[in-house]
T-cell receptor, first 111, second 113 residues
Framework: EDKVVQSPLSLVVHEGDTVTLNCSYE??????LLWYKQEKKAPTFLFML????IEKKSGRLSSILDKKELFSILNITATQTGDSAIYLC???????????FGTGTRLKVLA | GAGVSQSPRYKVAKRGQDVALRCDPI?????LFWYQQALGQGPEFLTY????????KSGLPSDRFFAERPEGSVSTLKIQRTQQEDSAVYLC???????????FGPGTRLTVL
């Protein structure tokens, strides 16, 4: 059965800290891995990764995929209270339409 | 508005009632997805539409769940004879194409008493 596992489940840090969120997966016919930020209801898209070793970067956020070891990390540097949210990882596979989500990492950044 | 909208935002139903949840995708988006998100969990895929065609309904948990998108735009998720385990947030997402970025709506929180 396809699965996506995120760790840690929750994390509390102080403003200015750097955090690393993990996403590992076991799926058949991997196509892409996506990261979302969910603050209240609707997840908002952060990154999509399809190739190993290529870092995607947007401001203080960056992500990289390792297709050999079947995982991805999401880094957030110089965290701010506005980064507090649930970060979701999802994987897509060839031949199906579904996005397989992990349970998310709940990040809380204290002022 | 330019985003995905869903209605109602909150729905309370008594066990056994039927409910209908609506999703208005972004105009021009071909792909539409429905997800169920239980408390403390990630979204679980329910079904996928490409225009009006329902190409994947493998995630629908039982035959009490039914979704349609008759004109390839607005979609409705219907749950018949609701049960307590149906309580969750139901998210709708749309994208230009199947592999393009999904844009999520705010969700409908369904509580079944």
């Amino acid at each position: 059965e396809d699965k996506v596992v995120q760790s840690p489940l929750s994390l509390v840090v102080h403003e200015g800290d750097t955090v690393t969120l993990n996403c590992s997966y076991e799926v058949t016919n991997f196509r892409s891995l996506l990261w979302y930020k969910q603050e209240k209801k609707a997840p908002t898209f952060l990154f999509m990764l399809t190739s190993s070793g290529i870092e995607k970067k947007s401001g203080r956020l960056s992500s990289i995929l390792d297709k050999k070891e079947l995982f991805s990390i999401l880094n957030i540097t110089a965290t701010q209270t506005g980064d507090s949210a649930i970060y979701l990882c999802a994987v897509t596979t060839s031949g199906t339409y579904k996005y397989i989500f992990g349970t998310g990492t709940r990040l809380k950044v204290l002022a | 508005g330019a985003g995905v909208s869903q209605s109602p935002r909150y729905k309370v139903a008594k066990r056994g009632q039927d409910v209908a949840l609506r999703c208005d995708p972004i105009s021009g988006h071909v792909s539409l997805f429905w997800y169920q998100q239980a408390l403390g969990q990630g979204p679980e895929f329910l079904t996928y539409f490409q225009n009006e065609a329902q190409l994947d309904k493998s995630g629908l948990p039982s035959d009490r769940f039914f979704a349609e998108r008759p004109e390839g735009s607005v979609s409705t998720l219907k749950i018949q004879r609701t049960q307590q385990e149906d309580s969750a947030v139901y998210l709708c997402a749309s994208s230009l194409g199947r592999t393009d970025t999904q844009y999520f709506g705010p969700g409908t929180r369904l509580t079944v008493l």
